[in-house]
């Protein structure tokens, strides 16, 4: 998938501030945060949408909620709080095909969201 923006972030092709990496998954800050921590949290895995997700990704998809929970804690946001969103295809506002969670803090977030 060499015409993925967040492969090529993969890659090391597009700088990005990467805040948390491991085998399985890779953390940077959004480019356009939404919130004072905005980071964007992906499995190294090419995997499109939330309904592109097979059986045998389920590990990977865990390991993206314990990043999810260790950058929090490196943040210093767990107690405050944060939220978690996963876009899923252009009616939810997915723009990169590549799945990604973020992770928001650092404001108050209103619910429901727009
Ligand atoms: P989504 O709209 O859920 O697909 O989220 C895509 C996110 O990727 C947006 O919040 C963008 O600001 C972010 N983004 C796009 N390009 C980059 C980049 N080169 N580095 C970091 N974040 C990016
Ligand atoms: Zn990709």
């Known amino acids: 998938m060499t015409d ?3 492969c090529k972030v993969r890659d090391g092709e597009i700088p990005t501030d990467i805040v ?4 399985d998954v890779l953390a940077f ?3 356009n945060p939404q919130a004072p921590v905005h980071i964007l949290i992906i ?3 090419h995997i499109s949408t939330v309904n ?4 045998n990704n389920e590990l990977i998809m865990g390991k993206l909620f314990s990043a999810a929970k260790t ?3 490196q943040k210093s946001v767990s107690e405050d709080g944060y939220r978690l969103v996963v876009n899923c295809n252009a009616g939810a506002g997915q723009t990169v095909f590549h799945l990604h969670m973020h ?4 404001r108050a977030l ?4 727009g």
């Open 4 to 6: 993925c923006l967040f």
């Open 20 to 23: 948390f990496e491991n085998e």
């Open 29 to 31: 800050n959004d480019i």
């Open 43 to 45: 499995p190294r895995l």
């Open 52 to 55: 592109d997700v097979a059986e």
């Open 71 to 73: 950058i929090a804690r």
């Open 103 to 106: 992770l928001l803090a650092g």
């Open 110 to 113: 209103t619910w429901p969201p």
